[in-house]
């Protein structure tokens, strides 16, 4: 679900606004955790650089490292639960583990019997360029630029307003993230508008290319948790803005994503 920054501070706004309604008294579900001395995460290891399984059977990536230190900073172990992302949130409703820490984002319609955390990732779409281009920074800069897309995506929208705001702007609609990528190291297109995991991919597998400026899109991934566990749910929320302040969110980006993993 990729959102635009309007979308998603109203999604975010009308999720925070829902939680801070719920029942103040105190539950038992962070007790709980810290008496069992784990804390169960459900992930679906097919995902990587966030959730994937090396030829040993280790779980590796982005969110594996992000639920140890979650679960280190409750003074608790992580277990995993693997699980497919299509029944991730029915898993978490029937008590088969505490949280979702799996690269998912808020869904409005889950918010009655779920809780999103802030987000920890921004998974939204970024300006690619070549490697040696120095004349487009960021999205004010593509006034009369080539940009590739991928048809049909959210990077695809995007441009469809940005061209009636810049009439110059030239769109090339390919099939795929890659091949709209390989136009710009190719040097058919000026820049590529594509998410930030496929962007940082081709950088790290083919290169020649460079990812600039800010995100124009917001995807925002969440640590979900069942919306009764309110002292378990806001611990979690307080340790996600622990880990922004202190650039540990930053380190886990630039190992997993943008280092593909190193």
């Known amino acids: 679900m990729l959102l635009g920054c309007g979308s998603l501070l109203l999604v975010l706004a009308t999720l925070w606004a829902t939680r801070s309604q719920d029942n103040l008294a105190p539950d038992r579900s962070l007790a709980r955790i810290r008496e069992s001395g784990v804390l169960l995460v459900g992930i679906d290891p097919t995902y990587p650089p966030f959730e994937s399984t090396t030829d040993s059977g280790d779980l590796v990536g982005y969110d594996v490292d992000l639920a140890r230190e979650v679960a280190h900073r409750l003074g608790v172990t992580v277990s995993f639960v693997a699980v497919d992302v299509g029944g991730i949130h029915d898993g978490l409703l029937a008590h088969k583990y505490d949280a ?12 009655k019997e779920i809780s999103f955390s802030r987000p920890y990732y921004n998974a939204g779409q970024v300006l690619v360029v070549r490697s040696d281009a120095n004349s487009i920074e960021g999205i004010q800069d593509i006034p009369s630029a080539s940009i590739a897309i991928e048809v049909g995506s959210t990077a695809d929208l995007e441009m469809r307003s940005l061209v009636e705001k810049f009439p110059n702007l030239t769109v090339r609609r390919l099939s795929s993230p890659d091949l709209a990528l390989e136009e710009v190291r190719a040097g058919r297109a000026d820049a590529a508008v594509v998410d930030t995991i496929s962007a940082y991919e081709f950088v790290g597998r083919v290169g020649g290319v460079k990812v600039v400026g800010s995100p124009i899109t917001v995807e925002p991934y969440v640590v ?12 979690i929320d307080r340790i996600i803005g622990e880990l922004q302040d202190d650039g540990t969110l930053g380190r886990l980006q630039k190992q997993w ?4 993993g190193k």
């Open 100 to 111: 979702i820490i799996s690269s998912v984002p808020p869904y409005p319609e889950l918010s």
């Open 224 to 235: 979900s948790t069942r919306r009764v566990d309110i002292g378990l749910s806001r611990e």
């Open 257 to 260: 994503v943008e280092g593909s």
